[in-house]
């Protein structure tokens, strides 16, 4: 189906305003591949994408029209365009069909007239036979009396001479009449071959842009899964980094619970160092003999004092090791998400990658597919073409004929069959395969954005 932006709608010429010129003045926006006027409005489809600006230079030779080009056309207009561009398919079909009766109803005429050659050369020998027999039968008449048979052989021979000579002046004028047919047949051959040729070196120019392009898109993919492998090598070294940043982190934990260990080990030692302390005091107390009860108190005051110290030292080492464990559990859970991150990620780009690849190979089976089938087309219209030059050449064969069947109006018409076979076989080849190149490289390009956005 054509593109939208390649449509435009005009309306609003008056009636008067002649159509020859308006056609020549659209024809200067780009070229017009299909075009239908209903109730003077112009239906237009242009093979590239048709603009404003372009538009506007017609509305300026013309105030009253109005126009609307593709992408401002509301849905209705644009099924508008669909429903009435798909009726002159159905058009040109029926057109082909009572194109193909015609040429077999040319056909049966030509065997009609071989049949009624043949009819006379028969009927042409058995007038010879019958003339035969009746010149014996004059010539033994013509023995009894000698002088009526000199004298009717005489008026014989001078007819005869009389008829030799017209016919040679008629076969001179039939050869010259053949020799100028032959002339302008070999001129109007050598004018088609012509022709074909240019058109053969234009598919040929056309296949090796084709081919070109094909070749570009091909490196432009190769580009594009380079540029994948190396984000997923990027991905995959960013996750070793993060892998060693954790380790790295674990080494740290580890090193301060050990710090922690030995400062815990220092509390202990300057705890049991504390305790000799308070016992040399003790003991140098006592020795300095004071009353019971003052050394009761005091060592009732010691014990309470280091009770409070081991409480206070125990209450710190908990609440440490506490803190400790809530950290270690709480970077292994945050490590093993973004471990499961990483590998969903790694996952889903392998699935793309896989896509892509997939796609690639699609576009690149469709795109032999229609090289094929392009070839195969220009095959049979070749074909074609020789049987058409055949069968018209046979045909200006049974025209030049006396008595032929063949018709100038069917000779017209099988000249402009010929004239008007070929360009419209290639434009719809080359249409068809330019579609559907470009609908499947929109495709793949929309894939391709998608991934990587």
Not at 60 to 84: E, R
Not at 132 to 139: A, G, P, S, V
Not at 194 to 200: A, G, L, N, S, T
């Amino acid at each position: 189906m054509d593109q939208k932006s390649n449509y435009l709608k005009i309306w609003g010429l008056l009636e008067e305003t002649k159509q020859q010129e308006v056609l020549q003045k659209i024809r200067a926006i780009g070229k017009v591949t299909k075009s239908k006027q209903i109730n003077n409005v112009w239906y237009l489809v242009f093979e590239d994408e048709v603009e404003n600006d372009s538009v506007e230079l017609i509305s300026c030779s013309y105030p009253q029209l109005q126009y609307l080009i593709g992408t401002d056309l509301p849905p209705q207009d644009v099924q508008k365009f669909a429903n009435i561009f798909s009726q002159n398919d159905d058009d040109e079909i029926q057109r082909k069909r009572l194109e193909q009766e015609k040429l077999q109803e040319i056909a049966k005429r030509q065997q009609e007239d071989q049949r009624q050659k043949q009819l006379q050369q028969q009927q042409e020998f058995l007038r010879q036979q019958e003339e035969q027999r009746k010149k014996q039968l004059k010539e033994r008449e013509e023995a009894q009396q000698r002088d009526e048979e000199l004298k009717q052989k005489l008026l014989a021979e001078a007819k005869q001479q009389l008829e030799y000579q017209q016919r040679l002046q008629y076969q001179k004028e039939q050869e010259e009449k053949q020799q100028k047919q032959q002339q302008e047949l070999l001129q109007q051959q050598r004018k088609e071959q012509q022709i074909v040729q240019e058109e053969q070196l234009r598919q040929e120019q056309l296949k090796q842009n084709l081919m070109k392009q094909e070749q570009q898109r091909q490196e432009q993919l190769k580009q594009d899964q380079i540029r994948q492998e190396q984000l997923i090598q990027d991905q995959l070294k960013s996750e070793q980094q993060r892998q060693e940043q954790l380790r790295q982190e674990q080494l740290r934990q580890e090193q301060l619970k050990q710090e922690q260990l030995r400062q815990e080990q220092l509390r202990q030692e300057q705890l049991k160092q504390e305790q000799i302390r308070l016992e040399q005091l003790r003991q140098e107390q006592s020795k300095q003999e004071q009353p019971q009860q003052n050394q009761q108190f005091n060592q009732q005051a010691l014990d309470l004092q280091k009770e409070k110290i081991k409480e206070e030292l125990a209450l710190e080492f908990a609440k440490s090791q506490f803190q400790q464990k809530q950290q270690a559990e709480q970077r292994e859970l945050e490590q093993n998400k973004a471990i499961q991150n990483l590998m969903n990620k790694i996952t889903e780009t392998e699935s793309q990658l896989k896509n892509l690849k997939d796609q690639c190979i699609f576009q690149q089976d469709t795109s032999n597919k229609y090289q094929k089938e392009i070839q195969d087309l220009q095959t049979s219209l070749n074909h074609v073409t020789q049987s058409r030059d055949n069968v018209i050449a046979k045909f200006k064969e049974l025209q030049s004929n006396e008595g032929s069947t063949v018709t100038q109006e069917d000779m017209v018409f099988l000249e402009q069959q010929q004239q008007q076979q070929q360009p419209q076989t290639a434009q719809n080849v080359l249409f068809k395969f330019e579609f559907w190149v470009v609908l499947v490289g929109a495709w793949v390009l929309s894939q391709v954005i998608n991934f990587f956005t």
